[in-house]
């Protein structure tokens, strides 16, 4: 079981989504990642994946892992904003420690 711990960026993000269904999805998709299938999802460079939800707009999650199990979402965003998105989430993740547990 894997754990997964959010940014305050990422829950505001999550938080401000309108859409009902899309933040189901989500949830569901995060549930999923717990138990270690993390579905779609690509390295987009410097130690950053991207976990990509194929609805609406295309939906991104970026996370990095820590340690043996502890994955750290960093923000969340959809295809329009991808490459700024990249971006933002590799910086941050290069300001975390090298090793971060719950």
């Known amino acids: 079981m894997n754990i997964i711990l959010k940014s305050d960026k990422f829950d ?3 938080s401000n989504l309108r859409d009902k269904k ?3 999805k989500i949830a569901l998709r995060l549930g999923r990642a717990e138990q270690g299938n993390f579905g779609d999802c690509e390295p987009v460079g410097e130690g950053v994946s991207e976990m990509r939800i194929h609805y609406g707009p295309g939906y991104r ?3 990095t892992r820590r340690g043996d199990v502890v994955y750290l979402l960093l923000l969340g965003g959809d295809k329009s904003t991808q490459q700024t ?3 933002r989430a590799i910086e941050m993740a290069n300001n975390l420690p090298k090793e971060s547990t719950p």
Do not use: N
């Open 22 to 24: 899309a933040k189901a």
């Open 12 to 14: 505001d993000w999550l």
């Open 61 to 63: 999650l970026y996370f």
């Open 85 to 87: 998105d990249i971006k």
